[in-house]
C-alpha cells in the first residue's frame, strides 16, 4: 500500500455501498490533502431493454443521474474539493478509463450492489475493476 494517495477517485451509483465508499473516499483525501473525482457513469444498458435491465427512457436516466449526484454532492458539501464528473456509457470499462486517463492512484468503489443473477449473468463492476484498474482499489462494503 502506498504511504499516500494524490488522485483519489470514487464511483457512485445509488446504493447504499456507494455512499460509504465516499465517506470513505472523502476521510482518504482529508487524510492525504489529496483531491477527490466523484465519478457517476449513466449505465447505457438501462436504455437497452436488455433482458437484465429493465428499458427506461434517456430523460428518465437522466432525472436518476442528476438526483445521484446532487445527494452525492450534498453528502460531501463542504468537507473536502472535488471535481464531480458523469458519463453515459458501461460502468466498470469507463471506471476504469477515466481512472488511466487521469492518473489515480487509487479508486474507492462499493462492493456489489447488483443482485445475484445480475451478477452472475453480467459480471460485477466492483469485480471488473479490481481486475483491470490501473492503481490500488478499495472496496467497501
Known amino acids: 500500500m502506498r504511504d499516500?494517495?494524490?488522485r483519489i477517485l470514487v464511483a457512485v451509483d445509488d446504493s447504499d455501498q456507494a455512499k460509504q465508499a465516499v465517506h470513505e473516499a472523502v476521510a482518504i483525501t482529508k487524510r492525504n490533502k489529496s483531491s477527490l473525482f466523484v465519478l457517476h457513469i449513466k449505465d447505457e444498458t438501462m436504455l437497452s431493454g436488455t433482458?437484465?435491465?429493465l428499458t427506461i427512457s434517456l430523460e428518465d436516466l437522466e432525472e436518476k443521474s442528476r438526483t445521484i449526484?446532487?445527494?452525492i454532492s450534498n453528502s460531501?458539501?463542504?468537507e473536502v474539493k472535488f471535481?464531480?464528473?458523469s458519463f453515459m456509457g458501461n460502468p466498470k470499462k469507463e471506471i476504469v478509463k477515466f481512472a488511466k486517463e487521469n492518473n489515480i492512484d487509487l479508486i474507492v468503489i462499493g462492493s456489489n450492489s447488483k443482485g445475484l443473477i445480475n451478477r452472475m449473468?453480467?459480471?460485477s463492476t466492483t469485480t471488473?475493476?479490481?481486475s483491470h484498474a490501473p492503481c490500488n482499489v478499495m472496496v467497501v462494503k
Open 128 to 130: 471488473y475493476v479490481v
Open 4 to 6: 499516500e494517495y494524490k
Open 69 to 71: 449526484t446532487e445527494d
Open 76 to 78: 460531501i458539501n463542504e
Open 51 to 53: 433482458p437484465l435491465a
Open 121 to 123: 449473468l453480467v459480471g
Open 83 to 85: 471535481e464531480l464528473h
